[in-house]
């Protein structure tokens, strides 16, 4: 993907994040969500970045230094929270640079908050973890839940299938 400006992705980080927020205005968006949110936009091609597996799923560094410039740019504030974790809400330069994020990719964000806006930070990690072992590793569906429970046991076997069926990565 070619950028037209180096605004760009932390723009369209921000309206995610913005978008997120108004429609669910309780969540606690944080580094795993954005990253987790990111992580499904580039699926789709919206966005490129390279990822790999990390504790939480799959992690860019990319995106990690996207938003850490559009905290320093102001167009998002982040804060964290002893015990709680980031919270990531749109800093006051977000009018500024609003107008980068195109058409296609506000529809993009919208549908993808349609379908994965509700599931919290965890439950984004396992569903991530289900698309990246399917996806990078070949996982079959049938085996995404065991699999998924291998890479992370603290979470029942259970639960994760209950998710994964929800997100509609397995049937």
């Known amino acids: 993907m070619k950028t037209e400006s180096i605004f760009e992705i932390p723009a369209l980080i921000c309206y995610l994040v913005k978008r997120l927020l108004t429609k669910h205005p309780d ?42 410039f559009a905290e320093s740019a102001e167009i998002v504030e982040i804060k964290w929270v002893d015990e709680q974790g980031y919270y990531i809400k749109p800093g006051p330069n977000l009018s500024s640079f609003e107008s980068l994020v195109t058409k296609d990719q506000r529809y993009a964000i919208d549908d993808l908050i349609d379908q994965y806006g509700h599931f919290n930070a965890i439950e ?22 065991e699999v998924v429970h291998n890479v992370k046991p603290k979470h029942h076997l259970e639960f994760i299938e209950g998710k994964l069926r929800e997100a509609g990565v397995i049937k």
């Not at 968006?29 to 970045?49: A, H, N, P």
């Not at 984004?124 to 839940?145: H, M, N, Q, Y």
């Open 27 to 68: 969540k606690q968006v944080g580094k795993t969500i954005v990253q987790k949110m990111m992580y499904l936009l580039s699926r789709q091609g919206i966005v490129d970045f390279d990822y790999s597996m990390y504790h939480y799923g799959p992690y860019s560094s990319e995106v990690e230094g996207e938003l850490n």
């Open 124 to 145: 984004l990690s396992l569903i991530t973890t289900a698309f990246f072992l399917k996806d990078d590793f070949g996982v079959p569906e049938r085996r995404l839940a």
